[in-house]
T-cell receptor
Framework: TQLLEQSPQFLSIQEGENLTVYCNSSSVFSSLQWYRQEPGEGPVLLVTVVTGGEVKKLKRLTFQFGDARKDSSLHITAAQPGDTGLYLCAGALRGNNNDMRFGAGTRLTVKP | KAGVTQTPRYLIKTRGQQVTLSCSPISGHRSVSWYQQTPGQGLQFLFEYFSETQRNKGNFPGRFSGRQFSNSRSEMNVSTLELGDSALYLC?????????????FGPGTRLTVL
């Protein structure tokens, strides 16, 4: 069982649609990160959220950290084919600065 | 600055063999972490090295080992390969030791065990 559960596992949408992917856990994290990974490459960090309830925006991407620091969401507005990729969330467990756990990811395909 | 580099990019081995993968971190980064990525399990933490010392270890059998050199370059070794070891092995570096530092990933080594 994954410590971080991501949903949905797969998502295929048309260009211009909006979408939200989720990252949930029963554990509390001191921080949570979102990465995007494209085929043949390693994950690339998109954002780090640290404070419960925090909302960060990166162009058309909006990231939210749950109030209890156990969950997070990523919302993409007007998705584009360039958004296609594997979106991974990763949480740093509280009390252990070196313990970073990853979810299995959401594979997003945006069709033109 | 050059990014994290991993060699080789692709590797095919047979069961029972051993393999060594190499990772060169970003210049100035002292922490190197290794991950195994498979479609079923996602990204799983193998181990982390900082200043040539293993600081953290994931839940993998002893066949998986690693080391870090004085120039921060790192190698991981898998002995007695099994079919289930087929995966993308990712290396990540960061300047310091805590998760507050941004982690930068290399492109990975795709290992196929036949």
């Amino acid at each position: 069982t994954q410590l971080l559960e991501q949903s949905p596992q797969f998502l295929s949408i048309q260009e211009g649609e909006n979408l939200t992917v989720y990252c949930n856990s029963s554990s509390v994290f001191s921080s949570l990160q979102w990465y995007r990974q494209e085929p043949g490459e390693g994950p690339v960090l998109l954002v780090t959220v640290v404070t419960g309830g925090e909302v960060k925006k990166l162009k058309r991407l909006t990231f939210q950290f749950g109030d209890a620091r156990k969950d997070s969401s990523l919302h993409i507005t007007a998705a584009q084919p360039g958004d296609t990729g594997l979106y991974l969330c990763a949480g740093a467990l509280r009390g252990n600065n070196n313990d970073m756990r990853f979810g299995a990811g959401t594979r997003l395909t945006v069709k033109p | 600055k050059a990014g994290v580099t991993q060699t080789p990019r692709y590797l095919i081995k047979t069961r029972g063999q051993q393999v060594t993968l190499s990772c060169s971190p970003i210049s100035g980064h002292r922490s190197v972490s290794w991950y195994q990525q498979t479609p079923g399990q996602g990204l799983q933490f193998l181990f982390e090295y900082f200043s040539e010392t293993q600081r953290n270890k994931g839940n993998f059998p002893g066949r998986f080992s690693g080391r870090q050199f004085s120039n921060s370059r790192s190698e991981m070794n898998v002995s007695t390969l099994e079919l289930g070891d087929s995966a993308l092995y990712l290396c990540a570096s960061r300047p310091g030791q805590t998760t507050a530092d941004t982690q930068y990933f290399g492109p990975g080594t795709r290992l196929t065990v036949l």
